[in-house]
């Protein structure tokens, strides 16, 4: 007979299903600096417009859909407008051109995938791959998420017309150089 002899024993050793799937690096949550002098004023002013443009320039990689949420002089923390951070989330910082982290969640076949890409340094990005098995159901499919890829190197961008394959095949690429 094969499997565990012992259910119970089997099934505590079950990772705990983790009440929140939202990953929040811990920067986001940073208090922000308040303007001391009329001339700090003047520079938040300015940061913030920069940083407005830049979101409302940007926009979901799956739906295309515009990016909404808190945009401050410092940062910004959107999220795809249409269908939510579930979707597409960004975080970027005033002063750093890439978008200090992604996370892409996209549905092909009978698998969710989620990708997330966080800036290092220069030109370089720690990109993970997870997949999730959409027939298993929610709890399951938390507690298996398997990875797929584990990346340093270019920022890995989901591409809107992606079909299971072709993703596959992106991410076989980006294997093969790691
Ligand atoms: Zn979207």
């Known amino acids: 007979m ?7 024993k089997f099934f505590k ?10 990953f929040r690096p811990s920067y986001i949550s940073r208090p922000l600096p308040a303007a001391e002098t009329v001339e700090q004023v003047l520079i938040q002013k300015a940061q913030y417009k920069e940083m407005f443009a830049k979101v409302n320039a940007e926009q979901c990689p799956v739906c ?19 269908n939510g951070e579930e979707e597409y989330k960004v975080f970027y910082r005033y002063g750093v051109e890439y ?3 992604t996370r892409t969640t996209i549905y092909l076949g009978c698998y969710g995938y989620e990708v997330d890409s966080e800036w290092m340094t220069d030109d370089d990005f720690n990109n ?8 298993l159901n929610f709890r399951e499919s938390d507690d298996i998420k398997e990875k797929l890829l584990d990346f340093i190197g270019e920022r890995f961008v989901f591409d809107a017309d992606s079909d299971e394959k ?3 095949n992106k991410i076989n690429l980006y294997r093969t150089l790691s």
């Open 2 to 8: 094969s499997g565990p002899k012992n259910f119970k």
């Open 128 to 135: 993970v791959i997870c997949r999730f098995n959409l027939n």
């Open 99 to 101: 978008p200090v982290y």
């Open 166 to 168: 072709s993703l596959m």
């Open 64 to 82: 295309f859909g515009q990016l909404d949420g808190e945009v401050y002089f410092s940062h910004a923390n959107v999220y795809c407008c249409a």
């Open 13 to 22: 050793k079950m990772p705990k299903k983790r009440l929140n799937l939202q």
